[in-house]
């Protein structure tokens, strides 16, 4: 099942990934750098707050899903009550902001596109926790097409970043408003709201919450202070530089946590910890078994690939920052995909909130040293050195309650294997381009399997000579039986 699961889920974050490669390509060539930076400016912010408005009750919600302590049809109930107060929460802090500053445009905005993007994130919440892969990927699929169309139409007549962001929302609601599932689930109040089980669920999810938040500032502050300190230029080039590995990576890597964690939690409740931590040491195995060669190999095709997907005002700069972003990105998805799931699994979330806040306070300090002097390069360093920290301090303090197994005889030979991979695509004999770049990835794909089978990296061979053992006997079943 965690196979099929996380195929769907590859699927489900893969095609926004590719969509979002596609539209990158547009808007670089038809948005300045000045229009891009003000767009992902106030992405960032909107996704920041509804962090804190939200997020505490999604990951309360994926922890509990499975134990005896709450119904399905109550964990739901309180998701809507929350949604509907964080709803009118944001429409109340707009109206605000528009009595202060007039400003309609950014107001209206930002307020439409958190408010959809919290219903649409509660709803595929539940069908993720629910094992619903299937709908996932259908929603998910519809979500992209509608928006990709939608934001590239507005843009060519003239809407800029506006018109993106209004897309984004209109998508956000679109499955919502037209699915009879989620009126099933949300379409009624609690006939008894037990607020001491809302107030566990919030004593759970809010350290979460606030540490997202965190690591969200983290990811926020670098830009922010670039276009404070250096102009909006500076942020436009750093956003165009960091979406392309971000979309690789950071989503492959929620995809695999998305199939894999609500598996590992039903292990945990009906298996116990030895067992769950079994699970956890494959998990880390894909995890990094995934995102190094999708690293290694992005590095090598980046001279074919991106100077089709980004413009030309913007392909220095991108490429030259690629390999520094990529591995911070890598660090970043240890801590937030493995790492922080011990605080989670031993309900320890308060001590999140140490890890992350010490993080985002040397990661303030650093920015506003080194942005004046290195500018771009600066905030890159500062925000390498804050995700180290997560790791290091996260590990070290989360083994006193829950010790994540690392089997580190098996990392080492992922990262030899994906380095040799590189090795050998940076060396091969031929020129850069499309079809160049499709080469480097297949040879890239066939050496790294190969390499994996030759260091044995956790005992493929043996899985495979009984998944091939498997296979016979049931074709031998079914001869026979005909």
């Not at 800029?160 to 989620?182: D, E, K, M």
């Not at 530089?241 to 609500?262: D, E, G, K, R, T």
Request: hydrophobic share 55%.
């Amino acid at each position: 099942m965690q196979l099929r699961h996380s195929l769907f889920y590859l699927l489900a974050h893969g095609i926004p990934a590719l969509a979002a490669f596609f539209t990158l390509a547009l808007y670089t060539r038809w948005l300045s750098p000045e229009a891009y930076g003000l767009y992902s400016t106030l992405l960032v912010m909107a996704n920041s707050a509804n962090i804190i408005l939200f997020n505490w009750v999604y990951v309360a919600l994926m922890r509990y899903w499975n134990t005896s302590e709450f119904q399905e049809d109550e964990l739901t109930s309180l998701v809507g009550v929350v949604l509907v107060t964080g709803s009118v929460l944001i429409i109340g802090v707009a109206t605000v902001y528009f009595l202060f500053t007039r400003d309609a445009l950014i107001a209206a905005t930002i307020a439409i596109l958190m408010i959809s993007n919290a219903i649409y994130m509660g709803y595929q919440r539940i069908n993720s926790i629910s094992l619903q892969a299937e709908r996932y990927l259908f929603i998910e699929l519809v979500r992209v097409v509608f928006t990709t169309l939608l934001a590239v139409g507005l843009v060519l007549t003239g809407y800029s970043w506006y018109g993106i962001l209004l897309a984004t929302s209109l998508g956000f609601l679109l499955i919502p408003l037209v699915s009879p599932h989620f009126w099933q689930l949300f379409w009624h109040y609690p006939k008894s709201l037990n607020y001491r089980k809302l107030l566990k669920l919030l004593k759970y999810g809010w350290p979460l919450s606030l540490t997202f938040m965190l690591l969200e500032l983290i990811h926020a502050t670098d830009r922010i202070l670039l276009s404070w300190l250096v102009g909006f230029e500076a942020a436009g080039q750093y956003a165009v530089a960091f979406s392309l590995p971000f979309q690789l990576l950071i989503l492959v890597a929620s995809a695999i946590n998305m199939a894999a964690y609500p598996l590992i939690l039903q292990v945990l409740e009906q298996q116990g910890e030895e067992a769950a931590k079994a699970k956890l040491a494959d998990y880390l195995l894909i995890l990094l078994g995934l995102l190094l060669p999708s690293y290694f190999g992005l590095i090598a095709v980046s001279r074919d690939f991106m100077p089709l997907l980004i413009g030309a005002d913007y392909l220095g700069e991108s490429l030259r920052l690629l390999p520094l972003i990529g591995f911070l990105l890598i660090i970043n998805a240890i801590y937030l995909f493995y790492i922080s799931l011990a605080f989670q699994i031993a309900k320890q979330t308060h001590k999140t909130v140490w890890v992350v806040g010490l993080a985002a306070l040397l990661n303030l300090i650093l920015n506003l040293i080194l942005i004046p002097f290195y500018q771009i390069n600066g905030a890159i360093l500062a925000s390498l050195i804050s995700y180290l920290i997560c790791v290091i301090y996260g590990y070290r303090l989360s083994a006193n309650f829950f010790k994540m197994p690392i089997l580190w005889l098996e990392l080492g030979k992922l990262v030899i294997a994906a380095s040799l991979m590189l090795i050998a695509l940076k060396n091969l004999p031929i020129g850069t381009g499309l079809l160049e770049g499709l080469v480097r990835i297949l040879i890239g794909v066939i050496l790294y399997l190969a390499m994996i089978w030759l260091l044995n990296i956790s005992k493929v061979r043996l899985v495979l000579d009984d998944f091939l053992k498997t296979v016979n006997k049931r074709n031998e079943s079914t001869h026979y039986q005909s």
